[in-house]
C-alpha cells in the first residue's frame, strides 16, 4: 500500500482498492481525502427513522439533529456545560424562572434566511404542541405561552417552575425554520415535511438519505457556525453487527464507530491507526424490581435478590464498566461514593429470604429483556445463575420493545424483574432521579411502577432547588432512601465506548449523548 | 452368400439383485433380404431383447452377453466400438417401436427429427442425400429436408411438405408410425427390426400400417424382423416366423409351414389358444402353468414343465434342433422321436 | 398466448386481495402493541391512543382493510407507523437492491446448476455424479445465513479479499439510477470501475444465496436428464443413429430444462422470501433488512407491504415461468 | 390349513422388507444419512446428560472463563458469559430436533387433513382450500413465520406455532395431488364399484397408498423445518434463554467474529451436520419408498 | 335386465393453460340391452366411448341424457340405500390387472371388501367371509393358500382371477367384463376366457363384455353392438353380425381382422 501515491490516487483506483476490500489489515484512512473531499464516516447500528426535530428520538437521530439543527444552547466538555448556539448569550432570573436569550445575528437557516427569534418561539410551541420526541424534558416548565420574542434577535423564557438543569435540556430542542415549516404545513403540522425533510440552521444539510443504509450530510454552505473543522461531509452508515463495524474501524473503512462492545475495544487494543475512547458517562444499566406486585413487592423479597446477585459477573459480562453506587450515577452532581450499597452475600441473602412466604424459595420469578439488547440478555442469564442459590427459578422472556413498554403499564403486567438503561441527556442528577424514581412517571418504562411520597418530595425539592449545596444534601438523603427501599438491583456504569481512527481530529469527549457525534468541530 | 442378419447362439443375462437372469440362451436367427421374419412369443420370452441386441441397445450393464455372434453382413456387432456401432444404427439397421406416442420427441417438430437422422446418416453415407461430398452445411440440410418430404410422402402421409413443421402431437396414432417408420426408412437400411409397431394402435390402423410395412419391403430390398405377440398380424405380414419360449427359439420356418404343422408343443399350444373362426366357444385351450424363472430355469428344454409331452428325457439337456423341412427348424426331442419313428 | 397471458395477469387480482386479507387477519388477530413502539418510550397513553387515532387503528378492521385497499388501488402502500414514511418510497429503495441480489444469484445458480445436472446425469454413477450428490445435498443442507457467515469469516474478515457487506462504497455514489441495479447501471453508465465494485459487493451474498437453489436447480436437472434419456424417443434417436452429443444437447436438454423450469419459477419466490437472513449478515440494503426492523418493531404496513411485493412477483414470476414452458413445450402452446 | 396363509403373509412381508432394505443399503450416502441421524437421535435423546458442564445447559455461567479458545477442557471454547460451548451445542440438539420434528408433525397433519379433503371432494371445497394454500405459499413463509413469531413473543411453542402456520400448504398441495392421482387408480374406481362408502375409499385405498410421499417428504422436510428453526433463532425470535438453541447460539456468536470465531462455528456446524444426516437419510427414503421419484 | 335408453354424455368445456377446449361427445344416443343369462358383446376403437358406457353402468358417472334401467329400475331415481344394493349386483372386472388391485391389501382383504361392505344384505360374519373368500378362490382356479399374499406376487392371469373372485363376491347377477384379457398373453387369456364361459355356466351370471378384439368377441359372445365415436353403429346376434355385417364400419373392421392363422397355412 505505502508504494500507492497517495497524492495522485484518483476515484478510479479507490474504487479499485475499495473493491477489492484491500488486502492490507491497514487501511490509509488518507485515502478517503484522496477521494476530493474530507467526508467522515460513523458506524452506527441504528438506523434514523425520523428526523423531525420535535419528535425524533433516540442517538441516531440525536446525531442528525445536531448536525443540520442548531439549538439555543449547545453542550460540550467533560463535565458538560452549556455553551453557544444560536443564542450568542443567555441571563438568567435570581429566581431561576426566566431566561433570556440573545440570538446571534449571523445565523442563517440553509436556505439563507435569518433565523429569528420567531422561529425559537415557534420551534418550542411545535415541540410542546406535538408532545412527543424530547418535549417530555420541558413539559410542566415551559409553557406554550411562557415562550416570548422580545424583538427579532432576543427570546425570553418564563417558566413555570424554576429548573435546576434547564440549560442542560434545551440543546435537545432544536430551531426549525418556521417559515419553511409554515409552507409545508400539510395538515400535520409539518410532521410529514419535516420527518423527511430538514429545516436548519445547523453546520450540515442532508446531502443523501437511504434508510437503513447510509445518511450522507454535506457541509452546508450558509454554515454561519465558527471554529469549525475541515469536514466537507459526513455520513452515519448503519452497519448492524458491532464486530462488522469493529472490523471497518480497523481496514479504515469507517473513521468512528459508535457502538462497539468491550470485546471489540479489547480486539481493537493496539490496532494501528485507531484511538480508542473509554470514557465514564451518566448511563446507568440497572434492574428494576416489580415492587407493586408479585413476590417482589415483599422488600425482604428484593434484598433476598439484591444480595444473591453476582456482581462481580455482572461486572465481568460487562467489560469496560464499573459497579454503581446507589441509584445515581457515580460522579454526579450529589452522588454520594461512600452509600453502604448491596454486594453478593448469600448469608444475607437468605437470612432476607428467610423473612419472605417464602423463605425455601421455590417460586419462579419472571425477568424480561429486551430483544436485540446483549447486555440485557447477559445480566438475565447471571440473574438465573445467581437466583440458583436460592432455589429461586427464573423464566427470562425476551421482548421486543413496544411490548414491554405496553407491559410497563401495570404492575400487574410489569415482570418482577427487569433491566434497562437510562441515558443521561443532561447530566444532572434530576435526569435520573426523575426519570427513574418519581411517580409521575409510573406507567412508563423508565419507572413502571416504583412509588413513595417521600422520595417524591426529594426529588422533586431537588428539581426546582437551584442552589448546589442545598441540591446535594437533598440527592444524598434520596439516594440512601432508595438504597433502603431496594426498588432496583443498582447495576454499572458502562464506560463510553468509541472507537476513531487516529485521523480525526479535534474530538473533545463529553458525556451526554456522546455517540450523537457532533461533527462541526472535526477535521481530518 | 451371407445372411443379411445372421444371430448365432445368442445368450445375455441380465443382472438383479435377485441374481443373473439367462434372458437370451442360444437364441440364432438367419434374415435374408426381402424376409418378413416374425419373432413370437409371450410377455418376456426375450423377443425384445433379441431386437434390441441387433442395434446393440441393451444397456451393459445389467445385461451382460455370454456369447455367440450378431453377424451384420458378416461382420459381429457384439465387437464392435460405440462409434462405430452408430455409423451402422439407422443407416445398416432401422428400428420402429411399438408406441408411437412416446417414440418422437415431443419438443421438436417431425421435419427437424427426420432431418437429424437423415443427416446423421449422411455423415457415413454422403450418397443418401445426394449430394457430393463437401457440400456446405446449407445444402446438406436442404437435402435432408427435400429428403424427408419424399420419405413423408412415400408413407404415405399427404401434403408432406407443409406437415414438416408439425409437432408430434398434431399427428394421429397411426400418421404418427407412418412419421417413426420415415424416420426408420430415411437412412435407407437393409435391416428394419420393428418391434410390436401396431400394438399400440387399432385394429383399423393396424392394418394399414402392415400393409405399408410390406410396401416398403418390396420397395427397398429389405429384411425385417417383425416382433409381436400377435400370431395373427405374423399369418397377415410375415414370410417366415420365429417362436420364443423363455429366451430360446423353439420353432422357426417358413411360415407356411410353420402355421400349417406346427411341430414344438409350445407352438401347437399358442395356436390353440387362439380364438379364430374355427373354435366354438368353450373349445380354446390355454397353456396352464407360468413362464419358469430365468434366474434358475429348469434344465433342458425350458418348456419342459408345462409340456403335455415332456418326459424324462427333456430335463436332460438343450433340446436339440431338427429339420422338420426345408428351413423349418424345430427344438424339441419329443417330437424328432415321433417323427422318425 | 396473449390472452393467456392477459388472463393469468388479472388473476393475480384475487391473489393480492387474498394475501392482504390473510396478513391483515394475522396481523391484527396476534397479540402486540405496535402503536406503544412507534409512540416512542417517552408517550403517554392518551398520546399512543392519538397516534393509533391518526392511523386509524382504532377502527374496525374492515375499515382498516378498506383504507388501505383502497390505497393500494393508487400505489399507496400505506406508511410505516415507525418511520413515519411512505412505505412505497421506502420499497422503491430497496427493492432494486433485493432483485439485484435474487437475480444474481438465481442466475448463479442456474448457469452452473443446468450444466453441471446435465452432466451429472450423462456421469451417472461415476465418481462426478457422486461427488455433484454429495455436494449438492451438503448445499441444501447449509443454512444460508451460516454459509454467509463463513464466507464473511472467510473472504472478508481472514483473506480481506472482498467486502465485509454493504452494496458499495459508501463514499461514492452508487452508478446513475437507470434500473436500480447498480450492475446494470454501471454498465450502461459505460464505468467499469463501479462494475467491478459493485460486482466484488455483490459476489459474497449472491454465492451464499444461491448455493442452495443451484444444488436444487442441479438435482432436479439431472433427475429429469436422466427420466428423458429413459424416454422412448431417446432410444428411438439412438437407434437412429444420432450422435450422443445431439442427443444430450438437443433431444434432452431441451425437454429437461422444461421440468427444471418450475423448480426454477419457485426457487424465485423462496429466494426474495429469504433475502431476509442473507440480507441480515451482510448488511445488504434491501426488502429483507427492511422487513426484519419492520417485524421486529411491529410495523405493520411495511410488513404487509414486503410480503405483498413478493407475493407478486412470485406469481408473476409463474407467470414467465409458463410462458417460457409454452415457449419450449409445443403441446401446450398449441393446446 | 390357517398355518399356511400365515406363514406366506410373513414370507411376503419380510420378503418386501428385505428388499427395500437392499435398494436402502446399496445407497452409500442414505446409510451415512441414517448413521448421522442416529447420531442426532442419540444427542436429543441424552445430550444433556453428556453435556460436559451441565449446569452450563441449565444458564450457570463463569465469567471468569470469558472466550476461552478450544481446548481439552472445552473442546469448542467458551462463550461470552464463559459457558462450554459443546455443552450447549450437544444441549441444542434435543431442542433443534424436537422443534423440527413438532413442526413437521403439525404441517403434515394439517396437510393431510386439508388436502385430503380437497383432492377427494374436489368441486368447490377443493377450489376454496386450494385457492387458500395456494395463498398461503405465495406469502412468504420466513416472513410470515417471523412476523407470527415476533408478534407471539419468543418461546419454543409459539416458534413451533409460527413455522407450522406456515408448513402445510405444501402438504396439503401434496397429499392433494397424490389423492387426485390415486382417485384416478383402477382400484379405487374398483372400490367403488362395489359400493365402498366414500370415507372407506378414501381411509382404505387411498390413503394407504400416498403413505410413502409423505413420510418422504416428512424425512426430507425435517432438515428444512430444522433450518427454518434456527433462521428464527438467528434473526433473534426463536426460544428463551437459556434454552440452548443452535441457531440463537449463532446469532449471539456473530457478534463475536472473527476473534472468537469458534462461538459460532460450532453451533453453525452441528446444525448443518443434522440437517445434512436428515436430507442425505431423507433422499435414501424417497429412493426407497417412491419409487416414481426414483433416479 | 339392463337397458340402456338414449344415453348421452357430453363432457364440459375444460380450461386449459393456454386456452379453452370444447365440449366432447363422448355418447350420443346410445340404447342397448341386455338379456338376462346371455353375454353382450360391445367392440369399438379407442376412444370410442365403451369406457363411459361403463362408467354409466356403474354409475360412476352420470349420464348428460337418457336413463339406465336395471331389472326395469331406473338406477338415477334409486334411493342411496337401493343404489347399494344395486351394487352387489353389478360387478366390474377391469382391463388392467396390475391397476386394479390396491397394492397394500391382501388378496383375503380384497376378496373379502365387497362381503364387508354389503355385509348388510349377505349377512356374512368375519369368518364366514373368510371362508367365502377362500371358495371364490378356489372357483377362480386360484388355491385359498394365497389368501394372504399381496397382489404383487402374483402373474397377470392370476391377479385377473382374483379380480373376478372379488367381483363374484357379492353374488352379482351382471358381470361387465371391461377388456379383460387384452393385457394378457394369448395362452393365459385363453384360460381366463375358459374360466368366464365356465363361470357364466356354474354360476348362471350375465355378461356385458367390452373388447376391441373382435376375436375374442365372436368366440364369447351372444350377441354384440359396435359403438364408434359414440354411437351405436349395428348390434344383432354375433354369428349374423361376423357373417352378413349390415353397416360400412362394420365391414371395414371385419375387413382389417388379421386372418385367421390356420387359414393362412393352406393359402
Same mark, same amino acid.
Given at each position: 500500500m505505502s508504494t500507492i501515491d497517495l497524492k495522485t490516487l484518483s476515484r478510479r483506483s479507490f474504487l479499485a482498492l475499495s473493491g477489492a476490500g484491500l488486502a492490507a489489515a491497514s487501511f490509509p484512512q488518507d485515502l478517503f481525502a484522496q477521494s476530493g473531499r474530507n467526508i467522515l464516516i460513523i458506524a452506527s447500528t441504528q438506523d434514523i427513522p425520523n428526523y423531525d426535530p420535535h419528535t425524533a428520538t433516540g442517538y441516531s437521530a440525536s446525531f442528525f439533529l445536531r448536525n443540520t439543527y442548531e439549538p439555543l444552547v449547545r453542550v460540550a466538555g467533560n463535565p458538560p456545560e452549556p455553551v453557544p448556539g444560536l443564542a450568542e448569550s443567555w441571563e438568567v432570573s435570581e429566581d431561576g424562572k426566566t431566561y433570556t436569550f440573545a440570538l446571534n445575528p449571523a445565523a442563517v437557516f440553509h436556505d439563507g434566511s435569518p433565523v429569528t427569534a420567531e422561529d425559537v418561539v415557534f420551534s418550542y410551541q411545535r415541540a410542546l404542541r406535538l408532545a412527543r420526541g424530547n418535549s417530555w424534558?420541558?413539559?410542566?416548565?415551559?409553557?406554550?405561552?411562557?415562550?416570548?420574542?422580545?424583538?427579532?434577535?432576543?427570546?425570553?423564557?418564563?417558566?413555570?417552575?424554576p429548573f435546576a438543569a434547564f440549560l442542560q435540556v434545551i440543546p435537545w430542542i432544536f430551531i426549525a425554520s418556521k417559515a419553511i415549516a409554515e409552507a409545508n404545513e400539510g395538515g400535520d403540522d409539518s410532521t410529514t415535511y419535516l420527518q423527511a425533510n430538514v429545516a436548519g440552521s445547523g453546520p450540515f444539510k442532508l446531502r443523501r438519505a437511504e434508510a437503513g443504509a447510509l445518511y450522507q450530510l454535506q457541509r452546508a454552505d450558509t454554515a454561519w457556525q465558527t471554529g469549525g473543522g475541515n469536514l466537507d461531509g459526513v455520513i452515519w452508515q448503519i452497519v448492524r453487527e458491532s464486530s462488522t463495524q469493529r472490523l471497518m474501524l480497523q481496514r479504515g473503512e469507517v473513521h468512528i464507530s459508535v457502538d462497539l462492545t468491550s470485546e471489540d475495544m479489547d480486539a481493537l487494543d493496539g490496532a494501528p491507526g485507531v484511538v480508542r475512547v473509554i470514557e465514564p458517562e451518566y448511563r446507568t444499566f440497572s434492574i428494576k424490581m416489580n415492587t407493586e406486585h408479585g413476590p417482589m413487592a415483599d422488600i425482604n423479597m428484593r434484598k433476598a435478590v439484591a444480595y444473591a446477585m453476582n456482581y462481580q459477573a455482572m461486572r465481568d459480562a460487562s467489560g469496560y464498566a464499573e459497579l454503581m453506587t446507589g441509584p445515581l450515577p457515580n460522579g454526579i452532581l450529589g452522588h454520594n461514593p461512600d452509600l453502604e450499597v448491596y454486594r453478593t452475600d448469600l448469608d444475607r441473602a437468605r437470612e432476607h429470604l428467610a423473612m419472605t412466604d417464602t423463605p425455601e424459595g421455590g417460586i419462579t420469578l419472571r425477568m424480561v429483556h429486551v430483544n436485540g439488547l446483549e447486555q440485557q440478555r447477559r445480566w438475565a442469564l447471571i440473574m438465573l445463575d445467581s437466583l440458583q442459590a436460592l432455589n429461586i427459578q427464573l423464566d427470562i422472556t425476551p421482548m421486543n420493545w413496544p411490548d414491554m413498554v405496553a407491559a410497563c403499564q401495570s404492575p400487574e403486567t410489569f415482570p418482577d424483574l427487569f433491566p434497562v438503561y437510562q441515558t443521561a441527556n443532561y447530566g444532572d442528577p434530576d435526569n435520573?432521579?426523575?426519570?427513574?424514581?418519581?411517580?409521575?412517571?409510573?406507567?412508563?418504562?423508565?419507572?413502571?411502577?416504583?412509588?413513595?411520597?417521600?422520595?417524591?418530595?426529594?426529588?422533586?425539592?431537588?428539581?426546582?432547588?437551584?442552589?448546589?449545596?442545598?441540591?446535594?444534601?437533598?440527592?444524598?438523603?434520596?439516594?440512601?432512601?432508595?438504597?433502603?427501599?431496594?426498588?432496583?438491583?443498582?447495576?454499572?456504569?458502562?464506560?463510553?465506548?468509541?472507537?476513531?481512527?487516529?485521523?480525526?481530529?479535534?474530538?473533545?469527549?463529553?458525556?451526554?449523548?456522546?455517540?450523537?457525534?457532533?461533527?462541526?468541530?472535526?477535521?481530518? | 452368400m451371407t445372411a443379411l442378419l445372421d444371430i448365432r447362439d445368442l445368450h445375455l443375462s441380465m443382472h438383479s439383485f435377485e441374481g443373473a437372469a439367462k434372458v437370451l440362451s442360444g437364441v440364432s436367427l438367419s434374415v435374408e433380404k426381402r424376409q418378413i421374419w416374425g419373432l413370437v412369443g409371450e410377455t418376456g420370452c426375450g423377443k425384445s431383447l433379441t431386437g434390441l441386441s441387433v442395434s446393440r441397445l441393451v444397456r451393459t450393464p445389467p445385461a451382460e452377453y455370454t456369447g455367440g455372434q450378431i453377424l451384420l453382413d458378416g461382420t459381429d456387432v457384439l465387437g464392435l466400438s460405440e462409434p462405430q456401432m452408430r455409423a451402422l444404427r439407422g443407416r445398416r439397421v432401422g428400428m420402429i417401436f411399438q408406441d408411437p406416442t412416446t417414440n418422437l420427441n415431443p419438443a421438436?417438430?417431425?421435419?427437424?427429427?427426420?432431418? +437429424?437422422?437423415?443427416?446423421?446418416?449422411?455423415?457415413?453415407?454422403?450418397?443418401?442425400?445426394?449430394?457430393?461430398?463437401?457440400?456446405?452445411?446449407?445444402?446438406?440440410?436442404?437435402?435432408?429436408?427435400?429428403?424427408?418430404?419424399?420419405?413423408?410422402?412415400?408413407?404415405?402421409?399427404?401434403?408432406?411438405?407443409?406437415? /414438416?413443421? +408439425?409437432?408430434?402431437?398434431?399427428?394421429?396414432?397411426?400418421?404418427?408410425?407412418?412419421?417413426?417408420?420415415?424416420?426408420?426408412?430415411?437412412?435407407?437400411?437393409?435391416? /428394419?427390426?420393428?418391434?410390436?409397431?401396431?400394438?399400440?394402435?387399432?385394429?383399423?390402423?393396424?392394418?394399414?400400417?402392415?400393409?405399408?410395412?410390406?410396401?416398403?419391403?418390396?420397395?427397398? +430390398?429389405?429384411?425385417?424382423?417383425?416382433?409381436?405377440?400377435?400370431?395373427?398380424?405374423?399369418?397377415?405380414?410375415?414370410?417366415?416366423?420365429?417362436?420364443?419360449?423363455?429366451?430360446?427359439?423353439?420353432?422357426?420356418?417358413?411360415?407356411?409351414?410353420? /402355421?400349417?404343422?406346427?411341430?414344438?408343443?409350445?407352438?401347437?399350444?399358442?395356436?390353440?389358444?387362439i380364438p379364430d373362426r374355427s373354435v366354438k366357444r368353450g373349445q380354446l385351450q390355454g397353456l396352464a402353468g407360468a413362464v419358469p424363472n430365468l434366474i434358475h430355469p429348469p434344465p433342458g428344454c425350458r418348456f419342459a414343465p408345462r409340456c403335455a409331452l415332456a418326459r424324462p428325457s427333456c430335463l436332460e439337456g438343450p433340446p436339440p434342433v431338427h429339420t422338420r423341412a426345408p428351413d423349418h427348424a424345430v427344438a424339441c426331442p419329443v417330437v424328432k422321436e415321433v417323427q422318425n419313428a | 398466448m396473449l390472452r393467456f397471458i392477459l388472463r393469468r395477469i388479472l388473476l393475480i387480482l384475487p391473489v393480492l386481495i387474498g394475501m392482504t386479507i390473510i396478513m391483515f387477519v394475522i396481523a391484527r388477530v396476534l397479540p402486540g402493541d405496535p402503536v406503544g413502539l412507534a409512540a416512542g418510550p417517552n408517550a403517554t397513553r392518551a398520546e399512543i391512543e392519538a397516534l393509533?387515532?391518526?392511523?386509524?387503528?382504532?377502527?374496525?378492521?374492515?375499515?382498516?382493510?378498506?383504507?388501505?385497499?383502497?390505497?393500494?388501488?393508487?400505489?399507496?402502500?400505506?406508511?410505516?407507523?415507525?418511520?413515519?414514511?411512505?412505505?412505497?418510497?421506502?420499497?422503491?429503495?430497496?427493492?432494486?437492491?433485493?432483485?439485484?441480489?435474487?437475480?444474481?444469484?438465481?442466475?448463479?445458480?442456474?448457469?452452473?446448476?443446468?450444466?453441471?445436472?446435465?452432466?451429472?446425469?450423462?456421469?451417472?454413477?461415476?465418481?462426478?455424479?457422486?461427488?455433484?450428490?454429495?455436494?449438492?445435498?451438503?448445499?441444501?443442507?447449509?443454512?444460508?445465513?451460516?454459509?454467509?457467515?463463513?464466507?464473511?469469516?472467510?473472504?472478508?474478515?481472514?483473506?480481506?479479499?472482498?467486502?465485509?457487506?454493504?452494496?458499495?462504497?459508501?463514499?461514492?455514489?452508487?452508478?446513475?439510477?437507470?434500473?436500480?441495479?447498480?450492475?446494470?447501471?454501471?454498465?450502461?453508465?459505460?464505468?467499469?470501475?463501479?462494475?467491478?465494485?459493485?460486482?466484488?459487493?455483490?459476489?459474497?451474498?449472491?454465492?451464499?444465496?444461491?448455493?442452495?437453489?443451484?444444488?436444487?436447480?442441479?438435482?432436479?436437472m439431472r433427475a429429469s436428464t436422466i427420466e428423458v434419456m429413459h424416454q422412448d424417443y431417446v432410444t428411438t434417436a439412438r437407434a437412429l443413429g444420432l450422435s450422443p452429443r445431439l442427443i444430450v444437447f438437443k433431444y434432452v436438454l431441451r425437454n429437461a430444462i422444461s421440468s427444471s423450469l418450475t423448480v426454477i419459477g419457485l426457487y424465485f419466490g423462496w429466494l426474495l422470501g429469504g433475502t431476509v437472513l442473507v440480507e441480515t449478515v451482510f448488511d445488504w440494503p434491501g426488502i429483507g433488512l427492511y422487513a426484519t426492523s419492520a417485524i421486529v418493531s411491529q410495523d405493520f404496513m411495511p410488513v404487509v407491504s414486503v410480503a405483498l411485493v413478493i407475493g407478486v412477483l412470485f406469481v408473476t414470476a409463474n407467470i414467465v415461468i409458463d410462458v417460457l414452458y409454452g415457449l419450449i413445450n409445443p403441446k401446450v402452446r398449441y393446446q | $390349513?390357517?398355518?399356511?396363509?400365515?406363514? =406366506?403373509?410373513? =414370507?411376503?412381508?419380510?420378503e418386501a422388507s428385505r428388499r427395500a432394505f437392499y435398494r436402502f443399503r446399496q445407497s452409500r450416502l442414505s446409510m451415512v444419512g441414517a448413521t448421522m441421524v442416529a447420531v442426532v437421535v442419540f444427542f436429543t435423546l441424552f445430550g444433556n446428560l453428556l453435556a460436559?458442564?451441565?449446569?452450563?445447559?441449565?444458564?450457570?455461567?463463569?465469567?471468569?472463563?470469558?472466550?476461552?479458545?478450544? =481446548?481439552?477442557?472445552?473442546?469448542?471454547?467458551?462463550?461470552?458469559?464463559?459457558?462450554?460451548?459443546?455443552?450447549?451445542? $450437544?444441549?441444542?440438539?434435543?431442542? =433443534?430436533?424436537?422443534?423440527?420434528?413438532?413442526?413437521?408433525?403439525?404441517?403434515?397433519?394439517?396437510?393431510?387433513?386439508?388436502?385430503?379433503?380437497?383432492?377427494?371432494?374436489?368441486?368447490?371445497?377443493?377450489?376454496?382450500? $386450494?385457492?387458500?394454500?395456494?395463498?398461503?405459499?405465495?406469502?412468504?413463509?420466513?416472513?410470515?413465520? $417471523?412476523?407470527?413469531?415476533?408478534?407471539?413473543?419468543?418461546g419454543f411453542v409459539n416458534m413451533i406455532i409460527a413455522i407450522a402456520l406456515s408448513w402445510w400448504p405444501g402438504y396439503a398441495r401434496l397429499v392433494r395431488g397424490e389423492v387426485l392421482q390415486a382417485r384416478e387408480e383402477v382400484y379405487v374406481a374398483a372400490a367403488r364399484a362395489i359400493g365402498a362408502s366414500p370415507a372407506r375409499v378414501l381411509f382404505r385405498h387411498i390413503l394407504p397408498n400416498i403413505v410413502s410421499p409423505i413420510i418422504v417428504k416428512m424425512s426430507l422436510d425435517m432438515g428444512f423445518a430444522i433450518l427454518t428453526v434456527a433462521a428464527l433463532g438467528f434473526i433473534g425470535i426463536g426460544v428463551r434463554p437459556p434454552t440452548p438453541e443452535w441457531g440463537t447460539l449463532l446469532s449471539i456468536a456473530r457478534n463475536y467474529m472473527p476473534d472468537f470465531w469458534w462461538t459460532a462455528v460450532f453451533p453453525g456446524m452441528a446444525m448443518f451436520l443434522a440437517v445434512f444426516g436428515f436430507n442425505l437419510l431423507g433422499d435414501g427414503l424417497r429412493d426407497v419408498l417412491d419409487p416414481r421419484a426414483r433416479r | 335386465m339392463l337397458e340402456i335408453e338414449n344415453v348421452s354424455r357430453v363432457f364440459a368445456e375444460r380450461k386449459g393453460m393456454f386456452g379453452t377446449s370444447p365440449g366432447v361427445r363422448a355418447l350420443h344416443e346410445v340404447s342397448?340391452?341386455? *338379456?338376462?343369462?346371455?353375454?353382450? @358383446?360391445?367392440? @369399438?376403437?379407442? @376412444?370410442?366411448?365403451?369406457?363411459?358406457?361403463?362408467?354409466?353402468?356403474? *354409475?360412476?358417472?352420470?349420464?348428460?341424457?337418457? *336413463?339406465?334401467?336395471?331389472?326395469?329400475?331406473?338406477?338415477?331415481?334409486?334411493?342411496?340405500?337401493?343404489?347399494?344394493?344395486?351394487?352387489?349386483?353389478?360387478?366390474?372386472?377391469?382391463?388392467?390387472?396390475?391397476?386394479?388391485?390396491?397394492?397394500?391389501?391382501?388378496?383375503?382383504?380384497?376378496?373379502?371388501?365387497?362381503?364387508?361392505?354389503?355385509?348388510?344384505?349377505? @349377512?356374512?360374519?368375519?369368518?364366514? *367371509?373368510?371362508?367365502?373368500?377362500a371358495e371364490l378362490l378356489d372357483l377362480v382356479g386360484l388355491g385359498p393358500q394365497h389368501l394372504y399374499r399381496h397382489p404383487h406376487e402374483f402373474s397377470g392371469g392370476q391377479r385377473q382371477r382374483i379380480c373376478i373372485a372379488r367381483a363374484l363376491a357379492p353374488g352379482p347377477s351382471l358381470v361387465l367384463l371391461d377388456e379383460p384379457t387384452s393385457a394378457l398373453d394369448v395362452s393365459v387369456q385363453a384360460q381366463v376366457l375358459n374360466l368366464l364361459i365356465e363361470l357364466q355356466q356354474r354360476l348362471g351370471l350375465t355378461y356385458f363384455f367390452i373388447s376391441h378384439d373382435l376375436g375374442v368377441i365372436r368366440y364369447l359372445c351372444d350377441r354384440v353392438a359396435l359403438i364408434y365415436r359414440g354411437e351405436i353403429k349395428e348390434q344383432g346376434e354375433t354369428q349374423r353380425l361376423f357373417d352378413a355385417p349390415e353397416s360400412d364400419y362394420t365391414r371395414s373392421l371385419l375387413a382389417a381382422m388379421p386372418p385367421d392363422v390356420r387359414r393362412v397355412a393352406g393359402r
Open positions: 424534558m420541558i413539559r410542566g416548565i415551559v409553557e406554550p405561552e411562557g415562550v416570548t420574542a422580545v424583538d427579532a434577535h432576543t427570546v425570553r423564557f418564563d417558566l413555570a417552575t435520573i432521579a426523575y426519570a427513574a424514581y418519581h411517580s409521575s412517571r409510573n406507567g412508563g418504562w423508565q419507572n413502571a411502577v416504583y412509588h413513595n411520597p417521600e422520595a417524591d418530595a426529594l426529588i422533586e425539592a431537588g428539581r426546582t432547588e437551584i442552589d448546589p449545596a442545598r441540591r446535594v444534601e437533598i440527592y444524598g438523603q434520596l439516594q440512601e432512601l432508595l438504597v433502603a427501599d431496594c426498588p432496583d438491583i443498582f447495576g454499572v456504569l458502562e464506560k463510553r465506548r468509541l472507537g476513531m481512527r487516529d485521523a480525526v481530529q479535534g474530538f473533545a469527549f463529553t458525556p451526554v449523548a456522546s455517540n450523537a457525534i457532533e461533527a462541526w468541530p472535526l477535521s481530518l | 421438436f417438430r417431425i421435419g427437424t427429427q427426420l432431418m +437429424d437422422v437423415a443427416l446423421a446418416a449422411a455423415k457415413h453415407d454422403p450418397a443418401i442425400l445426394g449430394l457430393q461430398p463437401g457440400a456446405g452445411r446449407r445444402a446438406r440440410k436442404q437435402a435432408a429436408r427435400k429428403l424427408a418430404i419424399a420419405m413423408l410422402t412415400e408413407v404415405g402421409i399427404p401434403a408432406a411438405e407443409s406437415r /414438416l413443421d +408439425d409437432y408430434p402431437h398434431q399427428f394421429s396414432g397411426g400418421m404418427r408410425q407412418r412419421v417413426l417408420i420415415a424416420m426408420a426408412l430415411i437412412g435407407r437400411p437393409d435391416l /428394419l427390426i420393428a418391434d410390436e409397431p401396431t400394438t399400440a394402435l387399432d385394429v383399423s390402423v393396424q392394418a394399414q400400417i402392415l400393409t405399408l410395412l410390406k410396401q416398403m419391403v418390396a420397395a427397398h +430390398d429389405m429384411g425385417v424382423v417383425l416382433i409381436t405377440h400377435n400370431l395373427g398380424v405374423v399369418a397377415q405380414t410375415c414370410t417366415h416366423v420365429a417362436v420364443m419360449y423363455a429366451g430360446t427359439i423353439v420353432e422357426k420356418g417358413p411360415i407356411e409351414a410353420v /402355421l400349417a404343422d406346427p411341430a414344438h408343443p409350445y407352438t401347437q399350444a399358442l395356436l390353440r389358444a | 393509533a387515532r391518526e392511523f386509524g387503528l382504532d377502527q374496525p378492521l374492515w375499515v382498516q382493510y378498506w383504507t388501505y385497499l383502497s390505497g393500494l388501488v393508487q400505489g399507496d402502500f400505506g406508511t410505516s407507523l415507525f418511520s413515519r414514511r411512505p412505505v412505497a418510497t421506502d420499497l422503491a429503495a430497496y427493492l432494486p437492491a433485493t432483485l439485484e441480489l435474487v437475480f444474481s444469484a438465481l442466475l448463479l445458480a442456474i448457469l452452473v446448476g443446468i450444466p453441471a445436472g446435465l452432466m451429472a446425469a450423462v456421469w451417472r454413477n461415476k465418481w462426478p455424479d457422486y461427488l455433484s450428490n454429495i455436494l449438492s445435498v451438503a448445499a441444501i443442507s447449509m443454512p444460508r445465513f451460516f454459509l454467509g457467515l463463513l464466507l464473511q469469516l472467510c473472504f472478508a474478515m481472514w483473506l480481506m479479499w472482498l467486502p465485509l457487506g454493504g452494496r458499495f462504497p459508501i463514499i461514492f455514489d452508487p452508478p446513475p439510477g437507470v434500473t436500480g441495479f447498480y450492475t446494470i447501471d454501471s454498465i450502461i453508465a459505460g464505468d467499469w470501475d463501479s462494475f467491478w465494485t459493485a460486482l466484488r459487493y455483490l459476489a459474497l451474498p449472491a454465492i451464499a444465496m444461491s448455493l442452495s437453489p443451484l444444488a436444487t436447480i442441479l438435482r432436479m | $390349513m390357517t398355518d399356511v396363509p400365515q406363514d =406366506s403373509r410373513r =414370507s411376503a412381508r419380510a460436559p458442564y451441565p449446569e452450563h445447559v441449565r444458564g450457570g455461567l463463569n465469567t471468569a472463563e470469558r472466550f476461552q479458545a478450544p =481446548s481439552l477442557a472445552h473442546p469448542f471454547g467458551t462463550n461470552e458469559l464463559g459457558q462450554d460451548v459443546l455443552s450447549l451445542v $450437544m444441549a441444542g440438539t434435543p431442542v =433443534s430436533v424436537a422443534a423440527g420434528f413438532a413442526v413437521v408433525l403439525i404441517g403434515t397433519v394439517l396437510g393431510v387433513v386439508v388436502g385430503a379433503l380437497a383432492g377427494f371432494n374436489g368441486g368447490w371445497i377443493d377450489d376454496v382450500l $386450494m385457492r387458500f394454500s395456494d395463498l398461503m405459499l405465495t406469502i412468504p413463509s420466513l416472513i410470515l413465520a $417471523m412476523a407470527v413469531a415476533a408478534a407471539l413473543g419468543p | 342397448l340391452s341386455v *338379456r338376462k343369462g346371455e353375454s353382450f @358383446g360391445l367392440v @369399438g376403437e379407442s @376412444g370410442s366411448g365403451k369406457t363411459t358406457l361403463t362408467r354409466q353402468i356403474l *354409475r360412476l358417472d352420470t349420464p348428460t341424457s337418457g *336413463r339406465i334401467l336395471f331389472e326395469g329400475e331406473d338406477m338415477a331415481r334409486l334411493s342411496p340405500a337401493a343404489l347399494r344394493a344395486l351394487r352387489a349386483k353389478v360387478q366390474i372386472v377391469f382391463q388392467d390387472p396390475y391397476a386394479s388391485l390396491n397394492p397394500r391389501m391382501s388378496v383375503h382383504d380384497i376378496v373379502t371388501e365387497p362381503m364387508l361392505i354389503h355385509r348388510g344384505i349377505l @349377512g356374512l360374519n368375519r369368518q364366514q *367371509r373368510t371362508d367365502r373368500a
